[in-house]
């Protein structure tokens, strides 16, 4: 917590009215508990003392009213979803970890950056397997950040009329332009894809020469994150059109722990997550492989009458996820 010299200042200029006093000392608050690596408090300091965000955007049934269609099919081009997941419901290696508290203070203090003609990040890029958390985190920052998350409709997005995939793609700028948002385009390779592959058609390459356009000539006020599963195949031009890149994979053992940590709170069980043996049942798995097991697990212990989580369930769902994953890869 503050120290008492801090918290003396605090009361002192708030309570002579000194707003800009106050906010001085409520910043050096906020980077001290920063220093002490209690992030998420100073998330949270930060969006009181800022304001959220969100306070311009319109509703999520308006915003719904007002989303842009694909002419052939008539489709929403984006879904809006309101966001709930906080920082603490995901596991990042620290490396990530570091770069999203650091966005989020980008974003916390925009203002202070304007003054001194500098502005946030607005263009971030997930790479790494599938599961891995790259969805999770996007709707981590449209939370944080007190923002709708919008998601991009690839399958309405892409058009199989000639030249319609990159008017689409201008309907998509245009609206996120205008409202404050976090904008997630998942499967961004679908629309990234290297232009020097032959086997690609002309329309394709057309396709990624708008878009880097689109991303070039963006000064929108949504936060836009691209995630992939296949960054190898992207095009060479598009890393550079990214102000920060964030590589996920799977969880090392201490993110497991965590992991398990969160994914248990609050369910009775007969083990110890600490249990580096029990961590060990999950060694090379996903973090949407991880959850998928876990709530199989707690469905057989709640449907078997139980009141305690057993490993016996664990194993039970580990070998039904094993099988799984061999009937997936023989297709």
Same mark, same amino acid.
């Given at each position: 917590?503050a120290?008492a010299?801090?918290?003396?200042?605090l009361?002192?200029?708030?309570?002579?009215?000194?707003?800009?006093?106050?906010?001085?000392?409520?910043?050096?608050?906020?980077?001290?508990?920063?220093?002490?690596?209690?992030?998420?408090l100073?998330?949270?300091?930060?969006?009181?003392?800022?304001?959220?965000?969100?306070?311009?955007?319109?509703?999520?049934?308006?915003?719904?009213?007002?989303?842009?269609?694909?002419?052939?099919?008539?489709? @929403?081009?984006?879904?809006?979803?309101?966001?709930?997941?906080?920082?603490?419901?995901?596991?990042?290696?620290?490396?990530?970890?570091?770069?999203l508290?650091?966005?989020?203070?980008?974003?916390?203090?925009?203002e202070?950056?304007?003054?001194?003609?500098?502005? @946030?990040?607005?263009?971030?890029?997930?790479?790494?397997?599938?599961g891995?958390?790259?969805?999770?985190t996007?709707?981590?920052?449209?939370?944080?950040?007190?923002?709708p998350?919008a998601?991009?409709?690839?399958d309405?997005?892409?058009?199989?009329?000639l030249?319609?995939?990159?008017?689409?793609?201008?309907?998509?700028?245009?609206?996120?332009?205008?409202? @404050?948002?976090?904008?997630?385009?998942?499967?961004?390779?679908?629309?990234a894809?290297?232009?020097?592959?032959?086997?690609?058609?002309?329309?394709?390459?057309?396709?990624?020469?708008?878009?880097?356009?689109?991303?070039?000539?963006?000064?929108?006020?949504?936060?836009?994150?691209?995630?992939?599963?296949?960054?190898?195949?992207?095009? @060479?031009?598009?890393?550079?059109?990214?102000?920060?890149?964030?590589?996920?994979?799977?969880?090392?053992?201490?993110?497991?722990?965590?992991?398990?940590s969160i994914?248990?709170?609050?369910?009775?069980?007969?083990?110890?997550?600490?249990?580096?043996?029990?961590?060990?049942?999950?060694?090379?798995?996903?973090?949407?492989?991880?959850?998928?097991?876990?709530?199989?697990?707690?469905?057989d212990?709640?449907?078997?009458?139980?009141?305690?989580?057993?490993?016996?369930?664990?194993?039970?769902?580990?070998?039904?996820?094993?099988?799984?994953?061999?009937?997936?890869?023989?297709?």
């Open positions: 917590m120290n010299k801090l918290l003396r200042q009361i002192k200029t708030g309570a002579e009215g000194n707003q800009e006093a106050f906010k001085r000392v409520s910043e050096q608050i906020i980077q001290d508990e920063r220093a002490k690596n209690h992030h998420l100073a998330n949270d300091l930060e969006k009181v003392l800022y304001g959220r965000r969100n306070s311009s955007t319109p509703s999520l049934s308006a915003l719904s009213d007002r989303l842009p269609k694909d002419k052939e099919r008539d489709l @929403p081009l984006l879904q809006i979803k309101e966001s709930v997941r906080r920082l603490e419901d995901v596991v990042l290696s620290d490396e990530n970890t570091s770069l508290n650091e966005i989020l203070q980008e974003h916390h203090r925009a202070t950056l304007k003054s001194h003609g500098l502005y @946030p990040v607005d263009r971030l890029l997930f790479c790494g397997p599938p891995c958390g790259k969805t999770l996007a709707e981590v920052l449209a939370s944080e950040l007190g923002l998350l998601i991009v409709r690839i309405s997005v892409v058009s199989s009329l030249g319609e995939t990159a008017a689409n793609l201008r309907q998509v700028f245009d609206f996120i332009s205008s409202v @404050p948002m976090v904008v997630l385009f998942d499967e961004f390779d679908a629309l894809k290297e232009r020097a592959d032959n086997a690609e058609h002309g329309e394709l390459k057309r396709v990624v020469n708008a878009f880097l356009q689109m991303l070039d000539a963006y000064e929108g006020k949504s936060l836009l994150v691209a995630a992939t599963n296949h960054e190898r195949i992207l095009d @060479p031009a598009i890393w550079r059109r990214f102000d920060e890149v964030l590589v996920f994979e799977n969880p090392n053992l201490e993110q497991l722990r965590r992991l398990l994914k248990l709170r609050g369910l009775r069980r007969e083990f110890d997550i600490d249990d580096s043996r029990i961590i060990g049942l999950f060694k090379g798995m996903s973090h949407a492989d991880v959850e998928r097991v876990l709530r199989r697990a707690a469905k212990m709640v449907l078997a009458g139980k009141e305690f989580l057993s490993e016996r369930h664990l194993q039970s769902a580990i070998k039904r996820e094993d099988a799984r994953r061999a009937r997936t890869q023989r297709n």
